[in-house]
């Protein structure tokens, strides 16, 4: 075990040196940073000083290092635009990103895996065909649509819940349900089919030769083989949602990371998006090496892999 949890280390170790690089790299290749800062307007003397002043006319090695190793202290500068700390400025939004992403896994798992079970347990039924169904429209729909729709619905005709804003627990129930259903589908779909592999493995019509009871077989035996390939798609759809909650937020006006980005990009606040890109991604494979891990505890097969 602990060479297996070594090896995936040494993986997403490498996976992040990547990403720390193309990061760095793509607002680089974007253009010159110092005209971009300075405006349309400045100066040919007043672009040299900005280089100057921010190091941009160093080596790129040079400013790459300078950048990790500032970035591994968490100090990713000083923002051009909101002209505050970007470290305090993501440190304000994240929670808010983090509850949200947090709520829709919460919701597509609780929702996904039972219908997931039951549309393999009654296959060829009236429930599989409706599970499918939703999987399928889950699929179809743009979650910026989906969460319009609900606005429409739950706030400004039924006036249930608040349209936008982050302030109370009430606000987030409309953006977790229009992110988890859309993580909700594949979740549901990979359920299913794990679902109808275990249930016609040998060990199962063993199970249920030794008069075992349909619940113990289901939840005790086939459950715990067909959640493993879950558990690695929860960890990675929670990145997903933490990356792409952009949509949501700016839909929802939630101050999260996703609209920090956003901002960011449209002003041509370099530093911000370094470090909101930097973050996420760090989380993304955080999650995805602890998704790896717990598939090997589940599962001793895959440690010898």
């Known amino acids: 075990m602990l060479i297996y949890i070594l090896r995936r280390l040494a993986i997403a170790l490498c996976v992040a040196i990547t990403v720390s690089v193309v990061s760095f ?20 003397a007043q672009v040299e000083s900005i280089r100057v002043e921010f190091g941009l006319d160093r080596p790129m090695t040079t400013q790459y290092f300078d950048w990790l190793g500032n970035a591994l202290h968490l100090d990713f500068g000083k923002s051009f635009y909101f002209q505050g700390q970007v470290i305090d400025m993501i440190a304000e939004r994240m929670p808010i990103t983090f509850k949200l992403g947090g709520s829709a896994l919460l919701l597509a798992i609780v929702v996904a895996i039972p219908l997931g079970v039951l549309a393999a347990i009654y296959r060829d039924t009236w429930l599989d065909r409706v599970a499918l169904m939703i999987a399928v429209v889950g699929q179809a729909m743009p979650s910026f649509w989906f969460g319009l729709t609900l606005i429409l619905i739950f706030s400004v005709t039924l006036h249930w819940l608040p349209v936008a804003g982050n302030e109370s627990w009430e ?4 953006p977790a349900v229009a992110l988890g259903y859309y993580a909700m589908p594949a979740m549901m779909r990979l359920t299913r089919a794990g679902m109808l592999e275990v249930l016609s493995s040998d060990y199962i019509r063993t199970a249920r030769a030794k008069g075992l009871s349909k619940s113990k077989v289901i939840f005790k035996h086939a459950l715990r083989n067909a959640v493993i390939p879950v ?11 933490l990356g792409g909650s952009v949509v949501i937020e700016s839909v929802y006006s939630m101050q999260g990371l996703g609209q920090l980005a956003w901002d960011a990009i449209s002003r041509n606040d370099y530093p911000v998006v370094q470090a909101v890109v930097l973050i996420i991604a760090m989380f993304y494979i955080g999650l995805t090496f602890l998704a790896d891990v717990i598939n090997a505890m589940l599962d001793p097969r895959i440690r010898t892999r």
Request: aromatic share 6%; glycine share 8%; net charge negative.
């Open 171 to 174: 606000n987030f129930v409309l």
């Open 25 to 44: 790299a793509l607002l680089h290749l974007s253009g010159d940073l110092a005209t971009s800062i300075a405006g349309p307007e400045a100066t040919a």
């Open 231 to 241: 558990v690695a798609l929860a960890a990675v759809e929670l990145g997903f949602m």
